[in-house]
């Protein structure tokens, strides 16, 4: 495929497709129908994540402070979180910003320098009730696989 230049004239249809990088951030639809499912790991997948204190955290900081993305079900791994989500009436912030923010309110309340969360969030827009389930299916297995319970 012939390389364009700047000073080129072509059309936008004759341009190359196709990104060097994938895409960040996720346009929602307004129809209710934006759901993503995540992951956010420990920093060098640290075993810290599994305890009562740390649910509570999460739990309290995505109900009561980063709320512009609801959060549904979740499941806390040793040294990893899975959830469910999508954005709040009214608010968009990108899901990454978003992680950062409850990452960082985390961190200031947690009080443990050791609980500390790795870069970014892995993200998969749910597109269909088929990849909702397969999912949650994956997110009920994981304990199994890592053999944390029978």
């Not at 992951?39 to 740390?54: I, K, L, M, Y």
């Not at 739990?59 to 989500?85: E, K, R, S």
């Not at 304990?143 to 029978?150: D, G, I």
């Amino acid at each position: 495929m012939a390389r364009l230049s700047r000073e080129s004239s072509a059309s936008e249809d004759d341009r190359p497709v196709g990104r060097r990088t994938p895409a960040k951030g996720v346009l929602p639809t307004y129809d209710g129908a934006t759901t993503l499912w995540c992951t956010v790991c420990t920093e060098d997948r640290a075993g810290w994540c599994a305890t009562d204190e740390v649910m509570s955290l999460l739990h309290d900081i995505w109900q009561n402070v980063a709320t512009a993305w609801l959060v549904g079900d979740y499941l806390l791994m040793p040294d990893h979180v899975h959830f469910f989500c999508s954005p709040a009436e009214g608010k968009y912030f990108e899901v990454e910003r978003w992680t950062l923010f409850w990452k960082d309110r985390f961190s200031k309340r947690c009080g443990d320098p050791e609980w500390p969360w790795q870069r970014g969030v892995f993200h998969h827009r749910l597109r269909s009730e088929g990849e909702y389930s397969e999912k949650m299916t994956y997110m009920r297995n994981n304990p199994v696989r890592k053999a944390l319970v029978r």
